[in-house]
């Protein structure tokens, strides 16, 4: 995830630049968001037993376990040849991960804001999964992704988490079995396989994103090496572990 904010400080150095990629974890990774506090509310001995990571994310949002999913990035500079201001960008985002997941039978949508969605919590209260927000995605009554977002003065930066398996709602054993949190994930949580019935492969879902976003943007996409982009910015980038003392 340095290497998503190595590219945002990248697109907010030109006036036509976007990066998308995908990626996965090995080992699984718990991220937390920007501001989310830790190690307080957390089980380290559940985590140090799981041989988990723990990274901070430069966007924002509540923790996210991945584990068996597919995680990807998009940056851009704003406004851009796309002529898209910071809240647009995010809504494009959401279209358009909407867009690939109903490419594999899945209707989905971008959650507004205004339909009922439950307030913003402070940092850490609750798992990314265990509520929608407004700019994220769901299917019926189940959120099926995570996003968050960073904007910087002239650029973008969009996270996003899609579930391909139901290990991301097993983050709940590591946050000590909150009361009720279990359960509300169960109650609002699924992956896109889950609902499905039957496994779906992170390289054909990536596929299909990247399409999606390039018809959003108005530009091809082009597959570069990482350091085609920001070779400097790479070599400086670590990633932002979390002590588990």
């Known amino acids: ?8 400080d990248w697109a907010s150095r030109g006036r036509d630049r976007a990066a998308f990629r995908t990626y996965d974890w090995d080992p699984p990774v718990i991220s937390l968001g920007r501001a989310e506090p830790f190690p307080e509310g957390w089980d380290l001995s559940a985590i140090r037993a799981s041989g988990l990571d723990v990274v901070r994310r ?3 949002g509540d923790a996210v376990l991945h584990d068996g999913e597919l995680t990807f990035a998009l940056v851009a500079s704003l406004p851009g040849p796309w002529s898209r201001r910071p809240r647009a ?5 959401a279209e358009a991960l909407a867009g690939a997941v109903a490419s594999f039978g899945v209707p989905a949508e971008r ?5 009922g969605t439950e307030p913003p919590s402070k940092p850490g209260v609750n798992p990314c999964f ?5 700019g994220e995605v769901r299917s019926g009554a189940y959120k099926i992704a995570g996003i968050a977002s960073r904007f910087t003065r002239g650029a973008a ?3 996003a988490s899609v579930p391909l398996s139901a290990r991301h709602r097993d983050i ?14 169960a109650a609002h949580a699924r992956s896109i396989s889950e609902i499905l019935g039957r496994p779906v492969a992170a390289r054909a879902l990536g596929d299909a994103l990247a399409r999606e976003v390039a018809s959003r943007l108005g530009c091809p996409l082009e597959t570069v090496p990482l350091n085609a982009c920001v070779a400097a910015d790479i070599a400086a980038a670590r990633d932002h572990a979390v002590e588990i003392a």
Not at 1 to 8: E, G, T
Not at 111 to 115: I, L, N
């Open 1 to 8: 995830m340095a290497i998503d904010a190595a590219l945002l």
């Open 58 to 60: 430069p966007t924002g």
């Open 89 to 93: 960008f995010a809504n494009l985002v």
């Open 111 to 115: 959650v507004v804001e205004a339909e």
């Open 130 to 134: 265990a509520r929608a927000a407004g």
């Open 157 to 159: 930066l969009c996270h």
């Open 172 to 185: 709940a054993r590591f946050r000590g079995d909150r009361l009720g949190e279990g359960e509300r994930l």
